[in-house]
């Protein structure tokens, strides 16, 4: 199961205050639809992924959530 071995740490902002800003891989969460994928964050940047989109510090499903998406670190 994916959801036990992602870490407790979690944000919706893409700016991870404690660490500065995020880089890596990460775990998207849609609060609307239960989606959980897999992403690249680049210097705060999402690297180009199908039906997730940045929005200033924030990533949104393409599913017409309007909450934007948790973001879960794995590292
Ligand atoms: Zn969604």
Redesign the pocket.
């Known amino acids: 199961m994916a959801l036990l071995a992602v870490k407790e740490e979690r944000a919706s902002n893409i700016q991870k205050p404690e660490h500065g800003i995020w880089s890596g891989e990460a775990m998207v969460f849609?609060p609307?639809?239960k989606?959980l994928q897999t992403i690249w964050i680049d210097n705060g940047t999402l690297m180009p992924t199908r039906m997730f989109i940045q929005a200033g510090n924030q990533i949104y499903?393409?599913?017409?959530?309007r909450q934007p998406c948790r973001l879960y670190s794995g590292w």
Do not use: R
Request: net charge negative; proline share 0%.
């Open positions: 849609c609307l639809c989606a499903h393409d599913c017409g959530s």
